[in-house]
Every structure is written in structure tokens, then in C-alpha cells.
């Protein structure tokens, strides 16, 4: 079986690259033309496919051979347009490629912020109430993207009857990405810690890519829209400071009840910021809530589809994260697969 | 009135933001290579329809007004249809990477009884019309000089920079910084009038894809002289505009609401730097809070844009002049064509 992965050099993507491997599933990484891919480790058995999904042309080579598409790029910095079109854009072209070739199936990584979280009673979960339009667009670049990405994987896989799998991470952490939006408000070292005893939903990035490994080649994952975090998750005012005793950072944490900063950010917002079209997002009702409102998150579905478990319980994610660099899983998994996939051809790069 | 644009990128959204507002203007039609970047335009700002082939939205939304929005590189033939059309046309600046294009396009909107529009936006912001009102009341002066000096990291890898993927202002006579030359030789034509002679200075101070990241010029127009120029290398981001007249000074930074005039006042000569600087401190305070406000609302430095915008439509339905005349369009073309490199840096 061989997956072709975009984004497969980002911080998601190189551990799913690695969990791939690691179950015996041939890789074709679509990375950016200037991508840097030294450090990366990855076997010879990796084939390397350098295209911009903005611009390129000839992305119907990348599927040659390919059974699934794990698709994870995503543009997530820059402005809302810039993002719209690396995300979406990007998404269009890339899934017209795909309707060129033979393969049939794909994997989406989306992400929790596709669901209304303001609508979200206690619970959130796959049933929970998605974001409609034009709601949408009141919310911040990253989630229209990642909105609109959802949506045009959707029609099209409808439209050729692909196999569709739909993963939404909750905030992905690791190695060199401890600290997390839902952490509340940094102010330089020191940081407003709001609703403290609330519940993250996380996920830790080998634990993720885990999911995305298992579902590339689990027919029970065909059709299905999946939630990943590893459990519960850790209160903020614990991980906080999980964070910075492993990053080191020292600073003052001042803690503020959820229901006292909702209704200070919606006087503002319904007094001083009224008649606001720009308003840094923490400051935004909506925005505040998918950041930060205190719900309670569950994998039930994940593991009753897939009888998925978290490889690393969260003492292993802690260690992994903040101890000594690990000898990462591809190293080892190259190791023990190399000799059983095939030697795949030279890098390829495609023109713009 | 029936409004509809082709290219729906981040331009895009202050053109439709702007024509929400506007009285009597129906947003008929939004058109973009991407399905979802139409759709997604059309159903944020209420717009009736979209498409993915202009053509075939000039013949099904039939608009009145066609802005284009596309890249650069990209505004010909778009502009051109609309005008076959039979719509007016706003085309987003530069209007068409050669001279002769920009004057087909106007000569054809002539034939056709058309208008033919190209964004100047900030001649229209606060500050240079603020300016333009003092010299048409005669405190001013006459003009005698200008400079317009835009300093703008564009090197970054997100923008015109990007190594993945080529932006299209790259294929632009003196690249990126081509984007920026008809803020120049707008503003310099609004104070000093056509251009009759100029000399230019391209250079680039750091690896890049860029061709070029610095950019002087210096103009002899029909009414003074104007020092224009870009830097990609001078921190901050500042787009400074002064205007030198006869009893008055004036300095904008256009990126923020900053104004400052210096000129005759009420006290012994000894002491006028004194009063002036006093009152420039007193104004640039102000600004500052201006500036912080405006970031929260409405235009920001688009606010140039939106006044063009509503002037145009306003022109259009009762037939006055129109805020950017055809002549107008000509020889800030014609500036900017003195003003392009005479080859690439190597």
C-alpha cells in the first residue's frame, strides 16, 4: 500500500510520515519546492514529490501508484486570504489532480474548529452543531479555511465517490510546539490564565499521527468523521505548568474565572467595540469561545471505530515533548522496514 | 446600479466591502478561477450569483460596472470583455503591464462611451486631499516640489518573496516593486502634473527572487519636481508623502492618519521652530490615537479606496466627472512607463 502525504514535511506530517512507515505503508511526501527536508531523517524508501499545490502544475504525477491520499497541508499563517488560498485553493487543485487518477480514497486532516463551539452544550462531539455560512465568515482565517477545505473534500468525494475520512485534532502538541492557543493570553513570560480548571482538548503529535497511520488503511474508517484527542485532557492550569517548568520559562500566571472573561469580552464587544470590524480575536465573543469555552471532550467514537487507544499516556507525551530529544520513531521503524518496501525513484519536482 | 468583480483575492474583499455600503449599487456577479474563493465571496457579501469563466458572467449578470481584481499580469483581457460588454470598468492598479494595453484599454472604453477607471486609492485617503484642499484655496502655495517614498519589507517568504510559488507581480518590468510605481506616479502627478523627463535608480541590496528591492526616481513634471521612491529595506513599513509649496509645507505617512503642516505663523521668526514644533507634536499625538481607532474599523489605509469607490458610483448615476479622468490614466501610465527599468538586474 502506498499513501501520499501533503504537508508531510510540517509538524503533523513528518510524524505521520514515521507512524506510516512504522505500519508498513509505502510514503510519497508532496512537499513545498523550497522545502529544507535535512534533519528529517527520513529512509531512502521515502519518496520525495516538491510541488505547491497553489501553482503547480502536473500534480496528477503525484498519485501515480498511490492507494490513499493523507491529506494535511494547510496554510496556517498569513493573512485570511493568504490562508484561503493555500488552504483551500490548494485543496481544489490538488483534489482535480486526484479525480485524474486511479486513487479512490483519501484521509482529511481538519480540526475541531470547524464546529460551533458557541452552540456546543456541555459535550462536544461529532454530533455536535457545525459552523454555516455566513456565520462563518465572522470567525477568524484559520477556521474559514479549514471550514471551506472540509467543505469542497466533501462535495468532491461525493461527486466521485471516493472513500472519505474526516479527522479533526484538537490542539496538536509535541516537541518544539508545547504552548497552545487554548492555554489563554500570553503577555510576553507572563500569562491570563482564563477558566484554569478547564479541560484542553489535545492531542499529542505522535499520538495523532497515530490516528492518521491507522485510519490510511482501516476499512472501518471509510466514510467516518472522527474527533482525535487522547482522553479528556489535562486542565490548563496543570499544563501550564507542565509547559513552563519543561520549556523553562518563568513568569506570572494569573488565573481568571471563564464566566467572568466571557462577560467582560461581550460588554466590550456589545460597548467599545460595537461598531469594530478589527478586533484582535481574543476580544471576539465567538472567537473567544472555540478558544477557550470550558466543554467536555470525548474520543468515544475514535476508539469504538477504529479501537484506537493512545500509544503515549501523558507522563510519555511529557517526557517526549520537554525531556531529551527521543530517537524519533522513523529512525527505528526505517530500521525494521526498509526491507520489505520497495525502493522508490529519485525526487521529483514538479513546475510552477 | 449592477456592480460585479472578477478575481475575488484579498483586494477583492475591500471593493465589496466598500460596495455593500453604496446606495442604489446591486452586487450582481462574482467571478474567480477557484469555485470556492466565488462562492465564498458571493455568499460573505451577499453577492446574487458567481462564476468561474467572466465571460460568461458578463453575458448572464449583464453589469453595469465591472471592477477587476485579478493579478496584474491578468487585467487585459477581463478588462477588455467587460468593456465589450458595455460596462464601465475599475480596473485594480497597474492597470496592464504595458503602456500600449493600458491606452487600448482606454481608447476602446472611449469608442464605446465607456468609463475606463484605474484604483489610484491613495490620492483619495484623508491626508493627500486634505493637502489638495489647502493648495485649491491658495494657503498653500503653489507646488514646487514632492516626494512619495514607500518603505515596505517585501522580502519576506509569504508575500511577493515566496520561494514555492512565484508571485505574479514578479513578471512585471522591475518586479515586485512594479506593484507599487502608480502610487507613486499618482500622488506625483496629483501635485506636479504630467511627467516630461525622469531618471531612475534600481538596485538590490539583498538575495532574493526579487529583481530588484530598492527603487529612486527623480521627475521634472509639468508643475515641479517629485523624488519617488521604494525601499524594501528601510524599517518601519512607512509610506511617506511630502509636499513642498510656496508658503507651506506638508508630511504624511500614509500606512497611518498622520498629517503635519508647517508653515507662516503669529510669532518672531527666532521663535517659529519653537511654535511649530509644539503644534507638530500636539498633531502627531493626535494621529497616533487616530490611527490605533482606525485600526479597528471600516477601511483603514483602504480608507482612499472606499472614498474613490463612492465617488465613482455617484459620478456614474448622475454623469459628472469622474474622480480618475481617462487623461488621468494616461499620463500616470506614461510616468510609470519613464519609470520601469530600462533592463534587469542580473
Redesign the interface.
Known amino acids: 500500500m502506498r499513501a501520499l502525504v501533503t504537508g508531510a514535511n510540517g509538524f503533523l506530517g513528518r510524524h505521520v510520515v514515521a507512524a506510516l512507515l512504522a505500519r508498513g505503508i509505502g510514503v510519497r511526501a508532496l512537499v513545498?519546492?523550497?522545502?529544507r527536508l535535512e534533519g528529517l531523517g527520513w529512509p531512502s524508501s521515502v519518496e520525495v514529490f516538491r510541488a505547491?499545490l497553489?501553482?503547480?502544475r502536473g500534480l496528477e504525477g503525484a498519485f501515480e501508484g498511490v492507494d490513499v491520499l493523507l491529506h494535511l497541508a494547510a496554510v496556517v499563517?498569513?493573512?485570511e486570504?493568504?490562508q484561503?488560498?493555500g488552504t483551500?485553493?490548494g485543496t481544489?487543485r490538488l483534489l482535480n489532480a486526484m479525480a485524474a487518477s486511479a486513487c479512490q480514497c483519501l484521509v482529511l486532516c481538519s480540526t475541531l474548529s470547524v464546529y460551533d463551539f458557541s452552540s456546543a452544550r456541555r459535550v462536544l462531539n461529532e454530533d455536535s452543531p457545525l459552523h454555516t455560512?455566513?456565520d462563518v465568515?465572522a470567525r477568524d482565517g484559520y477556521t474559514?479555511s479549514k471550514w471551506?477545505q472540509e467543505?469542497?473534500t466533501r462535495r468532491s468525494a461525493e461527486k466521485h465517490g471516493w472513500e472519505l475520512t474526516v479527522l479533526r485534532p484538537g490542539f496538536i502538541w509535541g516537541r518544539d510546539h508545547g504552548y497552545m492557543a487554548a492555554l489563554g493570553q500570553q503577555f510576553g513570560r507572563h500569562h491570563l490564565v482564563i477558566g484554569p480548571m478547564t479541560r484542553m482538548p489535545m492531542t499529542h503529535v505522535e499520538n495523532c499521527a497515530d490516528v492518521f497511520a491507522l485510519a490510511a488503511a482501516h476499512p472501518r474508517a471509510r466514510g467516518r468523521t472522527l474527533n482525535i484527542v487522547d482522553g479528556p485532557g489535562e486542565r490548563i492550569w496543570t499544563y501550564l505548568s507542565d509547559y513552563m517548568r519543561g520549556s523553562g520559562e518563568s513568569g506570572w500566571r494569573a488565573p481568571v474565572p471563564y464566566g467572568l472573561a466571557i462577560s467582560a469580552v461581550r460588554l466590550a464587544h456589545a460597548t467599545i467595540?460595537r461598531?469594530?470590524?478589527?478586533?484582535p480575536s481574543i476580544l471576539i465573543p465567538r472567537r473567544f469561545e472555540s478558544r477557550l469555552k470550558p466543554l467536555r471532550f470525548e474520543n468515544r467514537r475514535l476508539r469504538e471505530t477504529l479501537g484506537w487507544t493512545p500509544p503515549l499516556d501523558y507522563q510519555q507525551c511529557l517526557a517526549r515533548t520537554y525531556g531529551p530529544a527521543p530517537s524519533t520513531a522513523i529512525e527505528c521503524d526505517s530500521r525494521r522496514n526498509n526491507a520489505h518496501l520497495p525502493k522508490m525513484s529519485e525526487e521529483r519536482t514538479v513546475e510552477? | 446600479m449592477k456592480a460585479a468583480l472578477i478575481g475575488a483575492?484579498?483586494i477583492a474583499?475591500q471593493h465589496l466591502s466598500c460596495l455593500k455600503t453604496l446606495p442604489g449599487v446591486e452586487l450582481a456577479a462574482v467571478c474567480d478561477l477557484?469555485?470556492?474563493?466565488a462562492e465564498?465571496a458571493a455568499?460573505?457579501y451577499?453577492v446574487r450569483s458567481w462564476f468561474t469563466d467572466h465571460r460568461a458572467m458578463l453575458e448572464k449578470a449583464r453589469p453595469d460596472v465591472v471592477h477587476v481584481a485579478t493579478p496584474p499580469t491578468a487585467h487585459f483581457g477581463p478588462a477588455m470583455d467587460a468593456l465589450d460588454a458595455g460596462a464601465h470598468v475599475i480596473v485594480e492598479k497597474p492597470a496592464a503591464p504595458a503602456l500600449g494595453q493600458v491606452e487600448a484599454l482606454v481608447k476602446r472604453a472611449q469608442d464605446s462611451r465607456r468609463h475606463f477607471v484605474e484604483d489610484y486609492n491613495y490620492v483619495f485617503n484623508q491626508a493627500p486631499q486634505e493637502i489638495l484642499r489647502r493648495i485649491e484655496s491658495g494657503e498653500f502655495g503653489a507646488v514646487t516640489h514632492v516626494e512619495v517614498l514607500i518603505c515596505l519589507d517585501i522580502l519576506g517568504p509569504?508575500g511577493f518573496a515566496d520561494?514555492?510559488?512565484?508571485h505574479p507581480a514578479l513578471k512585471l518590468a522591475g518586479g515586485a516593486i512594479a506593484d507599487f510605481l502608480p502610487h507613486l506616479a499618482s500622488l506625483a502627478h496629483l501635485f506636479v502634473g504630467p511627467h516630461r523627463t525622469a531618471q531612475t535608480v534600481w538596485t538590490k541590496r539583498k538575495s532574493s527572487v526579487l529583481p530588484f528591492d530598492e527603487f529612486r526616481a527623480v521627475v521634472a513634471a509639468e508643475r515641479g519636481t517629485a523624488a519617488l521612491g521604494f525601499s524594501a529595506n528601510s524599517q518601519p513599513d512607512a509610506f511617506w508623502l511630502r509636499v513642498y509649496g510656496e508658503r507651506m509645507q506638508a508630511s504624511a505617512n500614509l500606512f497611518e492618519t498622520r498629517l503635519t503642516f508647517d508653515g507662516p505663523r503669529n510669532a518672531p521668526k527666532p521663535l517659529r521652530p519653537f511654535f511649530s514644533g509644539l503644534e507638530e507634536g500636539k498633531t502627531i499625538r493626535r494621529a497616533a490615537v487616530a490611527t490605533l481607532l482606525r485600526?479597528?474599523?471600516?477601511a483603514?489605509a483602504y480608507e482612499g479606496l472606499w472614498e474613490l469607490l463612492g465617488r465613482t458610483y455617484r459620478a456614474l448615476a448622475d454623469g459628472s466627472a469622474l474622480p480618475v479622468a481617462a487623461s488621468q490614466v494616461l499620463e500616470v501610465n506614461r510616468m510609470v512607463e519613464a519609470l520601469k527599468p530600462k533592463e534587469r538586474s542580473s
Not at chain 1, 32 to 35: L, T
Not at chain 2, 163 to 166: E, L, T, V, Y
Open positions: 513545498r519546492p523550497a522545502a505547491d497553489r501553482t503547480s499563517s498569513g493573512g486570504d493568504a484561503f488560498a483551500v485553493v481544489e455560512a455566513p465568515y474559514i471551506w467543505r469542497v467595540f461598531r469594530a470590524t478589527k478586533v510552477a | 483575492g484579498a474583499k477557484s469555485p470556492a474563493a465564498a455568499e460573505r451577499g509569504d520561494p514555492n510559488s512565484p485600526k479597528f474599523k471600516g483603514g
